[in-house]
């Protein structure tokens, strides 16, 4: 499996990091949220993308991604690629046993082993300081969506 397989391609800058630092031009994305979805609380950050192609994920550039920042710091990254349907959840389930790997490498002490397998439609993780969430999107539109998050410490 190329890098790409790997969301650390995402993170072009640390969690943290403010906004005049990220090292691509980026330009400001309304995003509008459907509060009939169970919305918990209002997300007050401010999401951003960049004016030049994203990191390759998955294989291809990504239709979204997204960094979003709230008081001027990066707090998440949003990223949605279009999978082939044939071969999504081939390709979603390599990703998520390779990031699932990697979690429980980089983890210490030693943790013990997940006792279920990830769902054929989401994997979620926590790799030292950072969150992952990826989810695959019914046929036809079989979108991988991932989001990386910090962890408060």
Known sequence: MDASYDWHVLLIAPFGSVLKDIPLPLHEVLLFRDEA???AAADDAECYAPDQ???QFVGQTPDEYLLCFKQDRLTRI???VRLDTAQAQEVFAAACAGWLQRA???AAPAP???SAAPAADSC???EGAMHFSARLGLEPESNLS???DS???
Do not use: N
């Open 151 to 153: 962890v408060p410490q």
């Open 146 to 148: 991932i989001v990386l």
């Open 78 to 80: 949003q990223a949605s």
């Open 53 to 55: 192609s994203a990191p």
């Open 124 to 126: 979620e993780g926590r």
């Open 37 to 39: 979805r169970g919305a």
């Open 112 to 114: 013990p082993a997940p």
């Open 104 to 106: 429980v490498a980089s």
